[in-house]
């Protein structure tokens, strides 16, 4: 992993919204994720600006898909210069391998990261997809087929990263979101962990939206988090 461990969530709902906070960072203070709502708003232009301009791009598509279309958007994410993207676990190995096949001589090729399963889901919701563990050993389980079928990661809430850790070593990158300065507004992440305490459970990246994007001061607040990640 390297700096900056920061990867900015850029939930806008367009591109003038996003642009507007994206003037008032640097690309080594943070790196940016661009997700379902922005991408949807603003298209691939508005990534490959993103490139242009310096910036790391996570594109959190979440590719869930038959293996040839979601290699193929793969291909298509890899020659927009995108340095990291999604895919999810519960489209099975044969899927995740054509992930990796597609963007193996890409000349920048992105990082591949897989969900495996949401952390929204609740028990209920895991049996309702017929999954019969829990979901501890569920996200252990998927972590190891993305291992298995090449991934270079996995999204995790932050209490997951000491066990995936500790089970797959320097293997898989680890990503979290769900992340909360201390004191900061909890929002609707009831697990929240801190920076400092994140990367002391093995995070790589951590993904922080809010607190950043809603800050009065997004500069300040990016600088904040980015001392006690240095400090912690
Ligand atoms: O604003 P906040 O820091 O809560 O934003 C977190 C980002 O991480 C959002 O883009 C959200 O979709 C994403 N995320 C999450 N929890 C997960 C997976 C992704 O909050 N389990």
Not at 54 to 68: A, E, N, R, S
Not at 143 to 148: I, K, S, T, Y
Not at 180 to 201: L, Y
Request: glycine share 10%; with cysteine.
């Amino acid at each position: 992993m390297s700096e900056p461990r920061v990867i900015v969530a850029l939930d806008y709902p367009s591109a003038d919204e996003a642009h507007a906070f994206i003037s008032q960072v640097r690309p080594t203070q943070c790196r940016l994720k661009v997700g379902l709502e922005l991408f949807t708003a603003a298209g691939p232009r508005f990534v490959a600006g993103l490139v242009e301009q310096g910036f790391d791009v996570f594109l959190d598509l979440k590719y869930h898909d038959i293996p040839t279309t979601v290699a193929r958007a793969c291909a298509r994410a890899a020659q927009l210069g995108v340095w990291m993207l999604s895919v999810h676990t519960l489209g099975g190995r044969s899927m995740l391998r054509s992930a990796r096949e597609a963007v193996k001589d890409a000349g920048r090729r992105p990082l591949l990261i897989a969900v495996t399963l949401l952390t929204s889901h609740t028990a209920r919701d895991v049996a309702d997809i017929g999954l019969t563990d829990d979901i501890g050993s569920g996200v252990r389980r998927l972590a190891e087929l993305a291992l298995d079928a090449g991934m270079d990661g996995a999204v995790c809430a932050p209490q997951e990263a000491a066990i995936l850790r500790e089970r797959f070593g320097e293997k898989l990158i680890l990503v979290t979101p769900g992340i909360r300065p201390a004191g900061a507004p909890g929002d609707d992440q009831p697990r929240a962990m801190t920076p400092a305490d994140a990367i002391a459970q093995g995070a790589d990246y951590l993904v922080i939206g809010r607190p950043i994007t809603r800050a009065a001061d997004p500069q300040a607040a990016l600088e904040e988090i980015n001392r006690g990640i240095a400090g912690g």
